[in-house]
């Protein structure tokens, strides 16, 4: 059983993990303060990672653990192993390096570990252990978000090659200029909505396939989010991922476990900002008290690390259901939009509590409050996660 310790102050219990999980953690940990936290100002200046950082955290082991050994991953499919590195990506506020790292492990590899075929395998799950492939999932397109089954982008079949001519574009993609293998999502059927939909593997170098800007966000400054373009890219159908006009159902199947990942981000993120918070008001001093003396300070922590352990609670039960197999799309979108909204009033009361150099960004809880606001829009909004809600309620 581990503690949950917050600055020396003991809350909850947590059953979740046991010493295999912990060992990770410890590992982790260290890489991150030894080859992350050092060089997080420069990569967000750079407004993205070197890919040394995947092959690093390949090597170590903290790339593809739910790939099985025989392809060079880790042979552990236990998400308690994803929300570990998720949590310490949080607690030091690496969250822009660590987007790319739990993108590929949480929302990317699972698309690989479901529809690849043997010979897929083989080809692609040892890059994506060693950090040597690089994922990305492209479903956003300009002109479409939140209605996947309005996407422009086609991808024709091409009979005499055997595989398809991929046209249109993307944006807004996660790891769009690091990634070598972008799980892309295109209309094999233009004329049906949800059912003409496949995903395909387009990869690095494909003629045709380019990438456009690293756009310029208020947040997430070392992550390169890109726009991708697809100007008649063949694509052998050895690249299609799946079933040809399942794409969408594939879709559906593995969004779970990604709005997951977001929702247990969302309450490591909080925690951190509230361990940041409770340093810092001890500290400080106003009118001749610490301000985290006065009444307001106090109730509004006391507030915050109570919602913290209850969501924390919540995700620790999610993650033993995904474990089971028995998690839902209707509890994945709850998670989803309670962590990241409680994550987002979390970073904004804190920063109240830090004064003007809550304002500063050399303060990590500045820097936490621009990485905050994307986290109820990606992965589906606050509202998409609503209607998925209220739509299991019948209504
Ligand atoms: C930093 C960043 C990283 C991202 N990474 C990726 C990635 O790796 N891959 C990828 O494919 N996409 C990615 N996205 C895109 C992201 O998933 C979309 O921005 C998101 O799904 C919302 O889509 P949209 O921006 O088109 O907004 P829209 O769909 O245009 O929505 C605009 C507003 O309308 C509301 N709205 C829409 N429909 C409804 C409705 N039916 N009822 C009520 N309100 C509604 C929305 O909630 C929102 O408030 C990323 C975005 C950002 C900013």
Redesign the pocket.
């Known amino acids: 059983m581990q503690a949950v310790v917050l600055r020396g102050m003991t809350f909850m219990n947590r059953s979740l993990f046991e010493s295999e999980q912990e060992l990770l953690r410890k590992s982790f940990r260290s890489w991150l303060e030894s080859e992350v936290v050092p060089h997080k100002e420069k990569w967000d200046e750079a407004g993205i990672v070197p890919r040394s950082v995947f092959t690093s955290a390949g090597r170590l082991g903290f790339l593809g653990m739910a790939i099985p050994e025989e392809f060079g991953g880790g042979g552990q499919s236990d998400f308690r192993y994803n929300l570990v590195i998720n949590e310490e990506i949080q607690a030091v506020g690496a969250n822009a390096v660590g987007l790319g790292l739990t993108?590929q492990n949480d929302i990317c590899l699972p698309y690989f570990l479901r529809y690849c075929s043997n010979e897929q395998n083989q080809r692609w799950l040892p890059g994506i252990a060693s950090g040597e492939l690089i994922t990305?999932?492209?479903?956003?397109e300009p002109g479409?978000?939140?209605?996947l089954a309005s996407m422009s982008t086609t991808a024709r079949r091409d009979e005499d090659r055997n595989g398809y001519l991929v046209n249109g574009s993307?944006t807004?993609?996660?790891?769009g200029i690091n990634a070598d293998l972008v799980i892309t999502a295109a209309k094999t059927e233009p004329t049906q909505r949800h059912k003409g939909s496949s995903l395909l593997i387009v990869e690095r170098g494909m003629e045709g396939f380019e990438r456009g800007r690293n756009l310029d966000?208020i947040g997430?400054h070392g992550?390169d989010?890109a726009e991708l373009f697809f100007d008649n890219v063949f694509v052998p159908a050895g690249n299609l991922l799946g079933i040809e006009n399942e794409g969408y159902r594939h879709l559906i199947a593995n969004l779970p476990q990604e709005r997951l990942s977001i929702a247990a981000a969302g309450i490591a993120a909080s925690r951190a900002a509230l361990g940041w918070t409770l340093e810092y008001v001890k500290e400080r001093t106003a009118f001749g008290s610490a301000i985290g003396s006065f009444q307001n300070s106090k109730f509004v922590l006391a507030e915050i690390a109570t919602e913290v352990e209850i969501g924390q609670a919540f995700i620790d039960h999610c993650v033993l259901t995904l474990n089971a197999g028995s998690f839902t799309p209707e509890v994945a979108a709850m998670a989803k939009w309670w962590c990241t909204e409680l994550q987002k009033r979390v970073v904004d009361r804190c920063l109240q509590l830090f004064g003007g150099y809550g304002y500063m960004t050399e303060y990590p809880i500045a820097r936490a409050h621009l990485d905050a606001r994307?986290t109820t829009?990606?992965?589906?909004?606050?509202?998409?996660m609503k209607?998925i809600v209220g739509r299991s309620l019948g209504l």
Do not use: R, V
């Not at 479409?144 to 209605?147: A, E, F, R, Y």
């Not at 807004?172 to 790891?175: D, E, Q």
């Not at 829009?377 to 998409?384: A, L, S």
């Open positions: 993108l990305a999932i492209a479903m956003t479409i978000g939140s209605d993307k807004f993609i996660t790891n966000k997430l992550q989010t994307i829009i990606y992965g589906g909004t606050t509202e998409i209607e």
